[in-house]
Structures are given as structure tokens and as C-alpha cells.
């Protein structure tokens, strides 16, 4: 048994290290397609290609892994029907599923490694990949001035070169703006001719000029003048050879800190996610809280002491009793996770007092009818309400009344838009913190269904397996886009669609599993023949039997 196991997991072995890399290699090149004009002409070295290559690869295995089992398991069971070898296992007394196991504890083992990257690396790679990402497109174009276009790319100066000669030095007809003293174009230079060359490894540029002048514009303070008013000065100066020095430090590749970038999901693992998630849903219950206590604000009336606090708001909101001495403290508490608001937190800590008198106050009113004053408005609304207003004032009093049901639709519409907000971020990084579980196990669910569909259809190579994967990667694929939509919208929960995908491939594995082990011919015309004569004769049973 122990050959056996060995034969099986060495057939495996090198159809899946063979297709992960071809399957992180075409997912790459079709990631960094959609970034191919932000890498044109920026004069990127290849050690900066190498490590955001290197990096992004690594986010691409959580997708790459299921794929590369799928393929790998198809070819590998395929290739031993085809030549007889599983026939031979199943003569020998061994059945489909302990010829499955070794595999199926080796793909095991991948899936653990999976989540592991999922959780720890992928995120760090992420953070480093998308920080270089954007340094890359906030990096300016490589140098290169082109004939008869003004130049801007170097800070404080224009330049237009009408002809340049083939020898990529030579240059004719220069005309340079300079504005290092931010007055316009106050201080121009021309030349009939020149060189232009970088030097210290391109750390700067060279301009030798030739017969030229430069001409200045410049204001002179008079003395005499109390207010400080000057004269304009105009200065020419002629040269036959003079030469500039410009700094192309600006075009160097500037690196952004990784913290600016570490709160994003995709950089966080599931712990930080979930401190992320628990920290929105203080900020929720913060706003339910604030839109409750100024509820007496809104109504002055009938509704000012009705609005009490919803049920099971008081039990919700939980601030920590925390003594907080110094910033220290104040950034230890925030990375502890038990200051997830400020303002809002701070509000919330004062809840059961302002409950309690809120409770007070409904409370006397209640139980000793004791009157309360009410606004001009109120006073307005029970006149007119019992005819005690003339006509003419009507208009002035629901005109009030009007705004301020204005202000208040205005004021909850806010609060619902920030709730919103608030929980499709929470499903956000709920859908992330399942994902990595999900896409770790999709291994074993891909293993399922390609293993015995390989010992069904018994072909190997890269045929009928790699066409058979690419329709239920496909699907995959589909299933997960759509499920990611739909808890983003909150159509769906977020745990519910993160395990969609599984959930919907799942049932197609069991099936081929119990197909295989009978030996089914799913994919042979025989079989559905055989099938639907099976039905047809059913039928005409049971045809005669209802008209008998």
C-alpha cells in the first residue's frame, strides 16, 4: 500500500507545482495588463519590476492554489485511468477512496499552508505591493524632452529645444524659463546651440549653451519711497558659452511609509479585521445613541419625551473603564482595540447617566402631571388645532413647522447614510476575514471534484482536463464576483456569501465521488442513452397504469 500511496502522490506531485506556476504566471500577466501605462516611460529599474513582480505573485497564490489542485487532481487520475494503473488499483481490492486518501491528506496539508498565507503573508506582501503600486504612479515620466514642445518636468523651469541631432547630445535653438523666483516669466534664457548629457549616473543633467543672452526682469526699491514702491529693472546679459546644472532628484523614485496603507482589509490579517469590525460597530451604536439623545431636541412636543431609548441599546454599547495618563496610553489603548471611537466613545461612556434622566424626567411627568413649557411653535400648533388662530397666521405657523420637519428628515437621512456606510465596511472586512478560510479550503472542495472526475473520464495530459477546469474555475469565479457584490450592497450577509462559492462547487464533488466509485460514464453518450431509456420506460408505466 505504501507504493501505492507513493505512486499517487509522485503523479501528483508534478502536474501541481507545474500548473501553479503557469497559473500564477497567466494570472499575473493579466493583473499587471491593467497597470501596463502607469509603468511606460517612468525609467523603472528591473530590481523595482523584480520585487513588485515578486510581491504580487504572492497575492495571487489564494487564487492560484484552487485553480492548480483542480487541473493537477484531474491530470493525475486521469492519466492512471488512461493507462490502466487505476483499473490495476481496483483489481487488487482497493477501493477509489483509499486510493484517494494519501492525496486527499496531502491536499490537506496545502490547504492549512494556504490559510496560513492567507493570513500572515499575503497581507504583508499586499501592504508592500500596492505602497510600491502607488509610489510608481505618483513617480514622474523619465526625462525626455522632445523637439519643438515646451519641457516641465524639472521644478522652477521650462525648456523647448526646436531640433535635437542624431548623436542624442547636440542640441539647437534653446529657450529656458526659469521660475525659481515665482514671478512668471520674468527671467528667460536663449541659445543658438548646446549639448545636454546627464552625469553622476544620471543624477543630474548638463546644458552647455552657446552664444546666447539671458534677459532679466527685475523691480529696484526706491529709497525715497515711504510705501516701498519700486522701478522695473530690465537686464540683458550676453555669453558664449555658460552651462546649467538641473537636479533630477524629483524623478527618483519616492517611497511612501507602509503605515499610510496598513489599515486598508487587505493588508490586515483576521485578527486585526476583527478589531476593525468590533470598532465599526461602537461607531454604529455611537450614532444610534447621539440621533437618540438628541431626539428632544428634534420634537418639542407630543413625540419630545416618546423617544426613548430602543430596546437593547443600554446593553450594546460597552466603553471601557480606561485611565488614560498620557499619548502613550491613548495610542496603547486605540492599538488595544478599546478606544474605537473618541468623541463618540466619550458620549457613549456617559449613556446610563443620561438614560436616567431622560427616565426622570418622563417619569414625572407621568406620575405627578406636571406641566412643561412649550415653544412658540407648540403654543401655535394646539391654538390652530383648536380653531383659537385667525386665518392669517396659519400660513406663517406650518411654515415652521414645515422646516423643522425638514431639518429633521435632513438629520436622520445623514445618520442612515453613515450607518449604511458603516455597515457595508463591516461586511467588507467580515467577507475578508471569511475569505481566507473559504479560499483555503476550496482546495479540498476542488480536489473532490477533480480527482474522481479524472477517474471518470480517464484522459489525461492537458485536454480534457485543463478544458473541464476552466469551466468550474469559471464558475467559481462567477459564483464569488457575484456573492462579493451582493454582501457589499447588503443584499446577502457576509458569511453567507463568502461560503457561496463552496457551498454551490460542493455537491458537484460529492456527486462525481459516489459517480466514480460506481464507475459511472458521466461523459460518455452511452450512459445519458441507457439514462433516458431507463425514464422513458418508467413513464409509459406509469401511463398505462393511469389509464388502466
Known amino acids: 500500500m505504501k507504493k501505492i500511496d507513493k505512486l499517487v502522490i ?31 516611460g517612468k525609467g523603472l529599474g528591473a530590481e523595482v519590476f523584480a520585487e513588485l513582480l515578486f510581491y504580487f505573485s504572492i497575492n495571487m497564490t489564494p487564487v492560484a492554489l484552487p485553480l492548480a489542485v483542480l487541473l493537477s487532481s484531474l491530470m493525475t487520475f486521469g492519466n492512471l485511468g488512461e493507462h490502466f494503473e487505476l483499473t490495476a488499483i481496483k483489481g487488487a481490492g482497493i477501493s477509489l477512496t483509499r486510493a484517494l486518501r494519501p492525496l486527499f491528506f496531502f491536499v490537506t496539508l496545502i490547504s492549512i499552508v494556504a490559510f496560513l498565507s492567507n493570513n500572515f503573508v499575503v497581507p504583508k506582501a499586499n501592504l508592500k505591493a500596492y505602497s510600491l503600486l502607488y509610489d510608481i504612479k505618483q513617480k514622474k515620466p523619465a526625462l525626455d524632452i522632445q523637439e519643438g514642445v515646451f519641457y516641465g518636468g524639472i521644478p522652477n523651469f521650462k525648456i523647448k529645444i526646436n531640433k535635437k541631432f542624431p548623436d542624442g547630445e547636440t542640441i539647437k535653438d534653446v529657450i529656458i524659463y526659469d521660475h525659481s523666483t515665482g514671478l512668471g516669466n520674468r527671467d528667460v534664457i536663449l541659445a543658438d546651440s548646446g549639448k545636454m548629457y546627464t552625469i553622476q549616473n544620471d543624477r543630474y543633467l548638463m546644458l552647455e549653451l552657446f552664444k546666447g543672452n539671458r534677459y532679466s526682469e527685475t523691480t529696484k526699491l526706491l529709497a525715497s519711497s515711504s510705501q516701498g514702491t519700486g522701478s522695473e529693472q530690465f537686464v540683458r546679459n550676453n ?191 467580515t467577507y475578508e476575514s471569511y475569505k481566507k478560510v473559504t479560499q483555503a479550503l476550496s482546495c479540498l472542495i476542488m480536489f473532490l471534484i477533480g480527482a474522481p472526475l479524472g477517474a471518470i473520464i480517464k484522459r489525461g495530459g492537458l485536454g480534457v482536463p485543463v478544458l473541464i477546469s476552466v469551466c468550474f474555475f469559471i464558475a467559481f469565479y462567477v459564483v464569488t464576483e457575484m456573492s462579493r457584490k451582493w454582501a457589499e450592497e447588503l443584499v446577502m450577509s457576509a458569511e453567507m456569501a463568502v461560503w457561496l462559492p463552496n457551498l454551490v462547487l460542493l455537491p458537484f464533488g460529492i456527486i462525481f465521488l459516489i459517480q466514480a466509485r460506481l464507475d459511472a460514464r458521466l461523459l460518455e453518450g452511452d450512459f445519458y442513452r441507457v439514462l433516458f431509456d431507463q425514464l422513458w420506460g418508467h413513464w409509459k408505466k406509469l401511463s398505462k397504469k393511469s389509464a388502466g
Do not use: W
Open 239 to 429: 555669453f558664449d558659452t555658460t552651462k546649467m546644472i538641473f537636479d533630477l532628484a524629483s524623478f527618483d523614485l519616492q517611497r511612501t511609509k507602509e503605515e499610510y496603507f496598513a489599515s486598508h482589509r487587505r493588508m490586515q490579517t483576521m485578527e486585526q479585521l476583527s478589531r476593525s469590525i468590533d470598532s465599526m460597530q461602537y461607531e454604529k451604536l455611537a450614532i444610534k445613541y447621539d440621533a437618540f439623545a438628541g431626539s428632544t431636541n428634534f420634537y418639542n412636543y407630543h413625540l419630545r419625551y416618546d423617544s426613548l431609548m430602543p430596546e437593547g441599546l443600554e446593553e450594546q454599547i460597552v466603553v471601557p473603564e480606561v485611565e488614560i495618563d498620557s499619548v502613550d496610553s491613548v495610542e496603547n489603548v486605540r492599538q488595544g482595540g478599546l478606544l474605537s471611537m473618541e468623541s463618540s466613545a466619550i458620549k457613549a461612556g456617559n449613556l446610563k447617566r443620561q438614560r436616567q434622566q431622560i427616565q426622570e424626567n418622563v417619569d414625572d411627568i407621568v406620575h405627578t402631571k406636571k406641566k412643561y413649557q412649550v415653544t412658540e411653535i407648540d403654543t401655535a400648533l394646539i391654538a390652530l388645532a383648536e380653531g383659537e388662530i385667525e386665518e392669517k397666521e396659519k400660513t406663517g405657523i406650518v411654515s415652521k413647522a414645515l422646516n423643522q420637519s425638514r431639518t429633521i428628515k435632513n438629520t436622520l437621512q445623514i445618520n442612515v447614510q453613515k450607518l449604511r456606510r458603516l455597515e457595508s465596511e463591516i461586511h467588507k472586512n
Open 10 to 40: 509522485k503523479s501528483f506531485v508534478g502536474p501541481f507545482l507545474l500548473t501553479f506556476v503557469v497559473v500564477v504566471f497567466i494570472l499575473l500577466t493579466q493583473y499587471m495588463l491593467k497597470y501596463f501605462d502607469d509603468f511606460v
